[in-house]
């Protein structure tokens, strides 16, 4: 997400902050705008969590509040253009219903993540059949076609309207119904317990998210105009400075650019859990965990030793989405297609997409060092270090060097940029890609299941299991606690 896509219509106050700020004119307006409606969607999201909980008021009342504050933030944001929300998910919603579901997993639905991610879950659970769909499609089907208030609430909610993050269907109707808290397990006659423990509280979670913010926050406002990226091609600092100094100056500059996507993800993560919005189960201490619909693992993202691990931690849910919909789908070249459609995705800038083709050959060529070389370095564990020392160091390097285009947006600066290095890591990507043998993916049924465009999806699925091994402790508390209901049921999708 870009600062500066978001709306530019507001109160008289953001308007007399923007005069203030001489000289900085509508793109702050923009920035001010976004952080005003986004601390707003936060009371609010603490107001819906306190007054309008599911177990106080029905989901209908639930779906028409989130609806309606959504679509005001739009039109404080963007003004009438706030309409383009409704239209877009007007026309979507009849093309669902007129066309058939066999159909609403045609390429004309991919207008946004939600819209085309609700398209296949739909396709999958009433025209699909089980045995066709992978573990995680399978989960996330969708049997009934949703009404249309059900519909335009999980498009317009106020609580990801400006900032995501992107949720899948079935989450955010078990949170609507109140249902996130409710576990199932076998009992020991065949059937089905149903329990409900008492729901969490995400303050912590909210306390420690909203700190990152401010942190982050801080460091855009006073680090990343001090480390502007746009140096990179300056005339006078390709011509004296070093080759060390250039590598260093490379790194720091995109390091000083991250803030601002820490402080946005996470503000929009701290919004939704403030609602009640993203619990994902239990760790292996019982402590409940908030990361449901996490953007970003900052620390991770920092210390990433491959190329795929930092993707994997960045953005997270359009790294799954983009699994699901594309690199789950396609019959051919799935790395290919999928950075072709995250670059379609993000606009029409051309470094969007040199940004993006740069990345299809570092990441096949990343893959191929780590397929022939890796092994060779993990014993002895001084050894280990030393290779984790050295691929994290020519990670941020090609991390860095790979989206200086997505950041300066135009071709000449970009292709300036990229002449300055004389292309260096396209060549060695291409060379290796020529000389080390490369493990063919295979494609079908069974390896789709275990392929993964994404290292979160791994990283979810180990902690989901921790959740469910917590959800069975929870299960034995529920027999022993009186303020517990248990209950013998069927499961319900």
């Known amino acids: 997400m870009e600062w500066e896509v978001m709306g530019c219509q507001g109160s008289h106050l953001v308007v007399l902050c923007a005069v203030a700020w001489e000289g900085r004119g509508k793109n702050v307006v923009c920035k001010v705008n976004f952080v005003v409606c986004q601390l707003f969607a936060l009371l609010a999201a603490i107001w819906f969590r306190t007054y309008l909980h599911s177990s106080k008021t029905s989901s209908f009342i639930r779906h028409v509040v ?11 944001c963007f003004g009438w253009y706030a309409l383009h929300f409704l239209v877009q998910s007007g026309i979507s919603y009849c093309i669902m219903i007129i066309i058939g579901v066999e159909n609403t997993h045609n390429p004309m639905m991919i207008i946004t993540q939600k819209i085309t991610s609700l398209a296949y879950e739909i396709h999958d659970g009433m025209f699909r059949k089980d045995e066709e769909l992978t ?42 119904e109140g249902r996130s808290y409710h576990v199932t397990q076998a009992g020991e006659s065949g059937k089905e317990l149903h329990c409900e423990r008492a729901e969490p509280s995400p303050n912590i979670a909210v306390i420690q998210k909203l700190i990152v913010c401010g942190v982050s926050l801080l460091l855009h406002l006073t680090i990343s105009n001090t480390l502007p990226v746009e140096y990179n091609i300056d005339e006078h600092f390709q011509a ?14 995109l390091l000083a650019a991250r803030p601002k996507y820490y402080f946005a993800w996470t503000l929009a993560d701290a919004i939704n859990n403030a609602a009640g919005f993203g619990f994902r189960g239990y760790d292996r201490n019982g402590d409940a965990r908030w990361d449901l619909i996490s953007n970003l693992r900052i620390q991770q993202i920092e210390m990433s030793t491959s190329f795929k691990m930092f993707l994997d931690n960045w953005n997270i849910q359009t790294a799954l989405w983009l699994k699901r919909v594309c690199y789950e789908r396609s019959s051919w070249s799935p790395t290919i297609q999928t950075f072709i459609l995250s670059a379609i995705w993000h606009g029409v800038y051309p470094g969007y997409y040199l940004t993006f083709l740069t990345g299809v050959v570092m990441t096949l060529a990343a893959r191929a060092v780590r397929n022939n070389i890796r092994h060779h370095f993990l014993e002895p564990p001084q050894l280990k270090l030393l290779y984790d ?32 290095w004389y292309y260096c890591l396209h060549i060695v990507g291409i060379l ?19 392929i993964q465009l994404s290292r979160s999806k791994k990283f979810d699925e180990r902690e989901n299991s921790l959740g469910q091994n917590s959800f069975s402790t929870i299960n034995n508390v529920c027999s022993q606690n009186e303020e517990v209901a248990c209950r013998h049921s069927s499961l319900k999708q």
């Open 432 to 450: 290796v890609l020529l000389l080390l043998p490369v493990k063919k993916t295979q494609r079908g049924k069974n390896t789709h299941e275990n």
């Open 240 to 253: 004296t400075a070093s080759w060390p100094t250039k590598l260093i100056y490379l790194y720091v500059s």
């Open 135 to 176: 573990p995680s499609q399978r989960d996330l089907a969708v049997r009934r076609m949703p009404s249309l208030l059900e519909y335009l609430s999980y498009n317009c909610n106020f609580m990801g309207i400006l900032a995501g993050p992107l949720c899948s269907y079935k989450d955010y109707i078990t949170f609507i």
């Open 389 to 420: 020392v050295i691929t994290w160091m020519v990670t941020q390097i090609t991390i860095s060097y790979t989206v200086v285009p997505f950041v300066l947006l135009s071709i000449k600066p970009s292709l300036m940029f990229y002449s300055c």
């Open 66 to 76: 989130a609806t309606l504050l959504g679509l005001y933030l739009a039109l404080f």
